[in-house]
């Protein structure tokens, strides 16, 4: 298996704290090089991706983590305007929230997301998660990058 040195630029959109605090530690621990960026709500999510108010030197993600229970527009509405807006399509998001429901699950794909991922409520257990789809996108799959 051929493991990636490049570092990615990784958007989070994530409400929690505490989460958020998580999940910076599951790159940590990793030792994960990567650009983590995050953002608290649907509103600075579409902020993020188009480059507006204060995001307007924002990166294009290689990588989204996207929670579905968010302020404003929720994560269904973000993951719907970027799978269906041309330039943006082709970034993978992963849904990383707390709801196994299995409606949820079905209108994630629906809106073609890449992965759907429920949290694990134990830490350690979501340590392990988050650096396992990091790893997976990092050293086994590879990522549309633009020009």
């Given at each position: ?109 629906q809106l073609h997301a890449n992965a759907y ?5 134990d830490l350690e257990q979501f340590l392990s ?19």
């Open positions: 298996m051929t493991v990636s040195l490049e570092s990615i630029e990784i958007l989070l959109v994530e409400d929690d704290p505490g989460d958020e605090l998580m999940t910076r530690e599951a790159f940590a621990d990793n030792k994960i090089q990567n650009t983590l960026h995050v953002v608290r709500d649907g509103e600075e999510a579409l902020d993020f991706f188009y480059r507006r108010g204060a995001h307007t030197e924002a990166p294009r993600p290689d990588l989204v983590l996207l929670d579905l229970n968010l302020p404003r527009y929720d994560g269904r509405q973000v993951l719907e305007r970027i799978k269906s807006d041309p330039d943006l399509c082709d970034i993978p998001i992963v849904v990383l929230t707390t709801s196994a429901a299995e409606e949820d699950i079905l209108r994630s794909y991922v429920t949290k694990p409520v998660a988050v650096r396992q789809i990091d790893h997976f996108f990092l050293t086994v799959v590879r990522l549309p990058r633009q020009a």
